[in-house]
């Protein structure tokens, strides 16, 4: 989550309904809980929430996800080599380890302590690919450290890390660009850029299905707010992280 206001192109006090944006919180990392715990004590129980921006639409987590993973159907799709290359060695992806297998299709099993989220999109674009895997390496999808690029499936590997993939739809990240491990314009920066901390306008008194922090269950048109569209634009600094980070 972000600190609010703090850090990035977000304005504090946009409204967007009867929810304000207090700021751009970018990657969370392993201060989620810390954060999360702060965040209920300034605002309340229910009474924040984190949400992503896609043009004028505030959503929640599962509209993210759409986007984060038509970015790797957009590249796999277009990239017969590198699909080839991906069925034809692994027999599964992970990301953070090697139980991440377990979650198959399904973005909300979580078993590794830190979210895991580019090895289930690339799993779930095979399936709409009328693909699978045929090959015998358990495939790390990251990019592999200093000077281990050309060991096997490196390249591989490289290519489908959230943090090296273009995003599809550049012109929809926000601006200024977040900064962290991940490169400009990447699936990675759409995901970080694009999410807001945000609070109730008017404070609620108890958690209700909409307040949830995720934000999987509102979306709010903002007719306020006005967008650079231009390719770059000047980068934030991102200090903090986000709850469904797979990174500290």
């Known amino acids: ?81 590198l699909l ?34 580019q090895d289930i999109a690339v799993r779930r674009v095979l399936v709409r690919l009328g693909r699978w895997f045929e090959g015998d390496a358990l495939l790390r999808v990251r ?9 096997p499936h490196g390249r591989a590997r490289a290519a489908l890390d959230s943090g090296r993939l273009p995003f599809h739809r550049p012109d929809l990240i926000v601006r200024p660009l977040l900064t962290g491990w991940w490169q400009p314009l990447s699936v990675e920066c759409f995901y970080q850029s694009n999410k807001l901390l945000q609070r109730q306008a008017a404070p609620k008194t108890s958690c209700s299905p909409s307040a949830r922090p995720d934000g999987t269950d509102s979306v709010t048109y903002d007719r306020s707010v006005t967008y650079d569209r231009t390719e770059r634009g000047t980068e934030g600094h991102d200090p903090v992280g986000d709850p469904y980070d797979r990174r500290p």
């Open 1 to 81: 989550m972000r600190h609010g206001g703090a850090h990035g192109g977000g304005r504090d006090g946009e409204t967007s309904g009867r929810w304000v944006t207090v700021g751009r919180p970018g990657r969370l990392g392993r201060r989620r809980d810390e954060l999360f715990a702060r965040w209920t004590q300034e605002y309340g129980p229910g009474n924040w929430r984190l949400a992503w921006r896609t043009g004028p639409v505030c959503h929640g987590l599962h509209g993210a996800l759409a986007l984060y993973e038509d970015a790797y159907f957009t590249a796999l799709s277009q990239n017969r080599k």
């Open 84 to 117: 080839d290359t991906l069925v034809g060695c692994a027999r599964d992806v992970y990301d953070e380890a090697e139980q991440d297998t377990a979650s198959g299709l399904d973005y909300a099993v979580q078993s590794s302590p830190a979210t895991h989220l």
């Open 143 to 151: 990019a592999p450290g200093e000077g281990e690029m050309d060991a």
